[in-house]
């Protein structure tokens, strides 16, 4: 069986005959490797047989990269959203952010003007060569991308950018909106031109150790819609969606199902999210990746990481809806050997006694957008018992008028100026500046 048949069985929560595999070895990780078993001429994804490829395109403003300092153990650099970072030489940890590009909306303005689809944002020649290798490998194929939070954090200060969802959350979600876009376009424009995707995998962490980092009043008014144009578009390519999204974010998941994600990834163990829990209670309607603690990876007793493996596997990997992955990334603490055996207990305990027959995902394109207050009562938070004020359903067009207005664009009526209110409301069938954003179908 195939990466890409064993992926599609479990991402329609059937059985193959092994669960998919892949992980996030750091590159110190596989320098260490390297030094201690591992093949130098071999890829990390080849010698232990995980069964996806990754492929994007550049999807940021694309400002010069330059060394500002560098000397014996960090190095500060300018990045490609305009931005100053410093990090160790090896990359061991996450980077101490220097400088952000955006303090202003004026600032914005001007990175907007950079976010632009082009022929250029992809490297096709070593792209193409990765995916034709891939596709002759039986690989499941990603198209892989970041919007939302994370993202803005390399453009604004953290603690702003939290501040700014609640007092301006419609600057913050054209934000998310403009870099959905581009990132649907580009992958649009891949596929147009020699790709061929299975799934997509979108990073965004939303989560900390204790919880999510906002509100899911905050993330119904900044990223729900964006979630559900590109969710839905994937679907409508009959693709599959993975979502990368770090830290304990067990209140977003209700939020995410409903938006169309079909799995979550990598479910933190130090953060709280566990991989059993989930399972019993969200395992009829996502998938699972990740879940297993990268801490007992390396210590010496070893039955640890082995009742980690055996005992989680035997629960998430039924009825399929799981895929093995680390609960984050493998760090440079985990030896060669360390990792050769959590690959042997992942082969020994993920194995199907009866795999299911290979089918297309079956995905149902659900288009409809829902005013903010209709979607925190369904969600059931933020509700005032006032049944007698109707205004919130009387706004499905507000949101779809103010789509418009997010990306500076008036739309092109042929239509005397003294159109009827009935014409009006037809207005958001148009698209926004890419074309990704539609209204109701009539």
Not at 17 to 34: E, G
Not at 126 to 137: H, P, T, V
Not at 215 to 236: I, R
Not at 266 to 295: H, Q, W
Request: charged share 30%; glycine share 6%; hydrophobic share 35%.
């Amino acid at each position: 069986m195939s990466g890409k048949e064993r992926v599609l069985l479990a991402l329609n929560h059937k059985e193959s005959d092994r669960i998919p595999m892949h992980d996030s070895p750091w590159s110190a990780t596989i320098k260490r490797w390297k030094k201690e078993g591992l093949p130098e001429e071999v890829d990390v994804n080849e010698y232990f047989g995980w069964d996806f490829t990754f492929l994007g395109a550049n999807c940021t403003p694309r400002f010069p990269v330059k060394v500002i300092e560098k000397n014996e153990r960090f190095i500060i650099q300018t990045t490609p959203q305009g931005g100053k970072r410093k990090n160790f030489l090896d990359y061991t940890t996450t980077p101490e952010v220097i400088d952000w590009p955006i303090k202003t909306k004026d600032d914005w303005k001007e990175i907007k003007k950079r976010l632009k689809p082009d022929f250029t944002r992809v490297d096709w020649v070593s792209a193409l060569d990765i995916y034709n290798k891939a596709r002759d490998e039986g690989k499941f194929i990603c198209f892989s991308g970041g919007f939302g939070y994370d993202i803005l954090q390399s453009y604004i200060k953290s603690e702003q950018l939290l501040i700014t969802m609640i007092e301006d959350p419609e600057w913050v979600k054209e934000m998310i909106m403009t870099l959905a876009e581009l990132t649907l376009v580009m992958m649009e424009f891949m596929m147009k031109n020699g790709f061929s995707f299975d799934g997509a995998f979108f990073y965004n962490d939303m989560g900390y150790r204790n919880g999510p980092l906002f509100s899911p009043d905050a993330y119904l008014k900044t990223h729900y819609q964006a979630d559900k144009m590109a969710y839905g578009y994937c679907h409508s390519k009959n693709m599959k969606v993975i979502l990368h999204c770090c830290g304990n974010v067990k209140e977003f998941i209700p939020m995410l199902i409903d938006a169309g994600l079909d799995c979550l990834q990598p479910l933190e163990v130090k953060a709280g999210m566990d991989l059993i829990e989930l399972k019993e209670k969200y395992g009829d309607k996502l998938s699972f990746m990740g879940g297993i603690d990268t801490r007992l990876m390396n210590d010496p007793d070893k039955t640890k990481i082995e009742n980690e493996i055996k005992t989680k596997f035997a629960v998430a990997m039924k009825n399929g809806g799981y895929i093995y992955h680390s609960d984050h990334s493998i760090p440079n603490t985990v030896s060669f050997s360390d990792y050769c055996y959590v690959a042997e207990l992942v082969k020994k305990y993920g194995v199907y006694e009866h795999p299911e027959p290979v089918s297309e995902p079956a995905i149902t394109v659900v288009e409809e957008k829902e005013p903010v207050e209709q979607r925190k009562k369904k969600f059931g938070f933020g509700l005032k018992k006032r049944e007698e004020k109707k205004q919130p359903q009387e706004k499905p067009v507000e949101p779809e008028t103010k789509k418009r207005k997010l990306f500076g664009k008036k739309a092109r009526t042929q239509e005397p100026a003294a159109a009827s209110a009935e014409e009006k409301t037809e207005k958001p069938e148009k698209k926004s500046m890419f074309g990704f954003l539609k209204g109701k179908k009539k």
